[in-house]
C-alpha cells in the first residue's frame, strides 16, 4: 500500500514511511519537475521514481538489519560458514 501512496502522492508517502528529509527534498522536486515538465513530459514521472526507490531502500534497510539482529541473538543458522 505504501508503493501505491509513494507512486500516486509521493511526498506524503515517504511521510508515512518515516522519511521527513526525503520528502521534502520530494515536494522540490516535484515543482521543480512540474516547471520542466511542461517541455520534456518524462519529467513529471522522475519524482514518483524517487519515491519509489526511496521507499523500497527503506524497507530493504530495515529488513536487513532485522536479519543481521537476528543472527546476533541466535547465531548463525545450521550449515552456515564460521
Known sequence: MIYLLAALVPPLGLLFNG??????????LCVVCLV????FHILLLVPSAHALIA????REDR???????????YGPPPGAWR
Open 36 to 39: 520542466l515538465g511542461l517541455v
Open 19 to 28: 522519511q521527513p528529509f526525503a520528502a521534502i527534498f520530494n515536494l522540490v
Open 55 to 58: 521507499v523500497h531502500m527503506r
Open 63 to 73: 529488513r536487513h538489519r532485522e536479519v543481521v539482529d537476528a543472527i546476533r541473538r
